[in-house]
């Protein structure tokens, strides 16, 4: 591993107060990941595990011998192609390999990557090419994508080459790799990248409005050291999964850069869908030691009958995304016997809070602060709030910014200010911090329900109908109400076997009232096939507002839905597959 290269200490931390109080990264200011660990690692260790990548019907192990060469060669085509320092390049390659291949030659070119997923449609990719001014993009061979690409061209005037990494297409340019080189010098000190120069662009979610473009510098990857060696606790020589499609910034997480440093191998399952069964199957064939997913992942995993499969391979299970719900956790536990540390951050950060080895793990709970991190949390006049308060979740910059953290959003300085301002950054996620310091999170600013003088967290509700059997999934949002304000109101995926009726409402609502606070309780229970959800499969809480604001019911008699609505027309988050045996990427 080459974390000692990097860090003051090694890895061998005795516990959490050891790693805030002692940690520390050394910042090159030549940083450049694909020249200073995959060539190193090629250099010193050739045949070392690098990548394992699978599909449902072939696998590739490349090492770092391997990944060194197809990646010089990627960058030669490139350059070929008079893509240069500072040029944006998209990427839409799903999980092949041939994306890693392309985002370290970008590294080394110095040129900007722009990981995108394939769900992308015409209008979404000439915004984006415009946007940040995109001169090539890179796909897989995806008829449908590459029909959108091409339907965007005549808008997008900056795109000067479509390049397909499949078959011939016309109007297209075919990567061949044996045609290039496996050597590409490193530029000299003038051409050089620095480590402040930008490296990564990434598209946010866009849960409301329009994307914001965030911008990652070259020092970025070294912030992915305590991702993933002190949270996902990953072993020199394992190999690691993360349940990510690489045009989500979790990809970045879990899948190439902080793995690599800690010295374990990336595996790779390029599934068309999520099949619980299929991801199960591939952990317990390639002896998976480290398994990071979402929540949701976790939610389909524990319907499973997961003693069909050997999972004793495992050693760490994290999460992060969005919030877990104790059940959820707790049955994971209970059928497997593996603990599920939670972690949080955004696309504009590493891990900014996270359940680390050392410390007790409180379900539900994010964690306490990672090292470098400086969180606090705030009432809406700045001050810090007391134990058990809610507030917003901001991170103090007095001394200086996290390692990792985003250089800023690209075209947009206005926004820029407005989440830095007061010296500090505001995350816009409300949570509560208990008496030892543990983070709860309770949803996002404009999530939040205040109903007769109550603040209700969307997500603590959540919690609780989760644990009742009839529910897969649910969102709770706020609904107008003329006495109170708002009412809250539980928009529910059913368990397979259910029959959606008022009877099974009624006892729904009766449940919360058992396990939480009678005010809480769900007064508008809605039966649907899915929920809405970004892309990403982040739940849009946004749309069903919109939905119920459209509807003006906020005066009407309140009253338990009989039927089940039809299917919202939103995109479906890549890897689902169905209703009952999918989940979130």
């Not at 690599?260 to 998976?288: H, T």
Request: proline share 5%.
């Amino acid at each position: 591993m080459l974390l000692r290269d990097y860090l003051d200490i090694d890895g061998d931390v005795e516990s959490y107060e050891e790693l805030r109080n002692k940690f520390a990264i050394h910042i090159p200011e030549n940083f450049n990941f694909a020249f200073d660990v995959v060539d190193k690692y090629a250099a010193l260790e050739p045949e070392r595990r690098a990548l394992v990548w699978c599909d449902d019907v072939s696998e590739r192990i490349i090492n770092f011998a391997c990944l060194a060469a197809e990646t010089n060669r990627a960058a030669n085509f490139l350059t070929a192609l008079d893509i240069k320092k500072g040029d944006a390049v998209m990427l839409i390659l799903r999980r092949r390999y041939e994306f890693w291949f392309f985002l370290l030659a970008l590294h080394k070119i110095g040129a900007i990557a722009i990981p995108a997923t394939n769900m992308l449609l015409e209008k979404d990719l000439v915004y984006r090419n415009n946007a940040a001014g995109v001169k090539m993009i890179v796909t897989l061979d995806d008829p449908h994508l590459q029909t959108e690409a091409d339907k965007a061209l005549p808008a997008s005037p900056t795109v000067r080459h479509l390049v397909t990494v499949g078959p011939v297409r016309a109007g297209w340019t075919r990567y061949k790799p044996a045609c290039f080189s496996e050597t590409f010098e490193r530029p000299s000190d003038d051409e050089a990248t620095k480590s402040s120069d930008i490296m990564l662009l990434y598209f946010t979610s866009g849960t409301s409005g329009d994307p914001k473009m965030v911008l990652h510098n070259f020092a970025y990857p070294l912030g992915h050291i305590v991702t993933a060696k002190f949270w996902q606790n990953v072993p020199d020589n394992g190999l690691h999964l993360t349940v990510a499609e690489t045009g989500w910034g979790k990809a970045m997480w879990g899948k190439i850069y902080g793995q690599w440093f800690a010295g374990s191998a990336v595996f790779v399952y390029d599934m068309l869908s999520f099949v619980p069964q299929k991801l199960l199957e591939k952990i317990w064939r390639y002896r998976i030691t480290t398994f990071c997913a979402p929540p949701t992942v976790y939610r389909y995993l524990v319907k499973t009958n997961l003693k069909k499969f050997d999972l004793s391979s495992l050693r760490y299970c994290t999460t992060a995304g969005e919030a877990l719900n104790p059940e959820v956790s707790n049955k994971f536990t209970e059928m497997t016997g593996l603990t599920i540390r939670e972690g949080f951050g955004q696309t504009e950060t590493t891990l900014i809070i996270g359940t680390f080895p050392w410390m007790k793990v409180k379900p539900g709970s994010m964690g306490r602060p990672a090292p470098g991190y400086d969180v606090d949390v705030v009432d809406g006049e700045g001050r810090s709030c007391g134990a058990g308060e809610l507030g917003e979740i901001v991170l103090r910059l007095d001394k200086g910014r996290p390692f990792g953290m985003f250089s800023g959003y690209y075209n947009d300085e206005a926004l820029t200010k407005q989440v830095f301002s007061g010296g500090i950054y505001h995350t816009g996620d409300i949570a509560s911090r208990d008496e030892d310091g543990y983070f709860w999170f309770s949803g996002r600013t404009d999530d939040m329900i205040k109903s007769s003088g109550f603040r209700i967290s969307p997500f603590e509700v959540e919690s609780v109908l989760q644990q009742h059997p009839a529910v897969l999934e649910c969102a709770v949002t706020g609904v107008y109400d003329r006495q109170r304000g708002q009412v809250v109101k539980a928009t529910i995926v059913a368990a397979p076997g259910y029959e959606l009726n008022p009877a099974l409402s009624r006892e729904i609502q009766d449940f919360v009232k058992r396990e939480t606070a009678v005010y809480k309780y769900p007064r508008i229970i809605e039966f649907v096939d899915e929920l809405p959800k970004t892309i990403s499969g982040k739940i849009r809480r946004s749309v069903i507002r919109a939905e119920e604001a459209a509807k003006n019911i906020g005066s009407k008699v309140i009253e338990i839905t009989k039927n089940i609505r039809p299917k919202l027309n939103c995109p479906q988050p890549d890897g689902f597959q169905g209703n009952a045996d999918a989940a979130s990427s």
